[in-house]
Nanobody, 126 residues
Framework: QVQLVESGGGLVQAGGSLRLSCAAS????????MGWFRQAPGKEREFVAA???????THYADSVKGRFTISRDTKNTVYLQMNSLKPEDTAVYYC????????????????????WGQGTQVTVSS
């Protein structure tokens, strides 16, 4: 089992920045691709960003490309740097981990993730 805990959410004005963190604990010796998803009220959960285990491959949703950056500083902590935030970025943000055999694989589809965090609220005011 892997436990994921997000932090760093909060209230920010449009144009501001936030950095979300995702700390993994438990069975972390396997290879995990990491991702961030978000869910706004009344909407389905959507993909935001993905990072391969190797750290060499990333994918972003078109809506956040150029503004958000996914990264990891150790094999057990992943970040989502969010700049130039917009009111439409308001959502609960979830961190996810997927067991992978290919260290270069970055995953964009939520059913392929094995573990999820509890989510952290991000609210962007206009």
């Amino acid at each position: 089992q892997v436990q994921l805990v997000e932090s760093g959410g909060g209230l920010v004005q449009a144009g501001g920045s936030l950095r979300l963190s995702c700390a993994a604990s438990g069975r972390t010796f396997s290879s995990y691709a990491m991702g961030w998803f978000r869910q706004a009220p009344g909407k389905e959960r959507e993909f935001v960003a993905a990072l391969s285990w190797s750290g060499g491959n990333t994918h972003y949703a078109d809506s956040v490309k150029g503004r958000f950056t996914i990264s990891r500083d150790t094999k057990n902590t992943v970040y989502l740097q969010m700049n130039s935030l917009k009111p439409e970025d308001t959502a609960v943000y979830y961190c996810a981990a997927a067991i992978v055999w290919d260290p270069a694989m970055a995953i964009m589809t939520s059913p392929d993730y094995d573990y999820w965090g509890q989510g952290t609220q991000v609210t962007v005011s206009s």
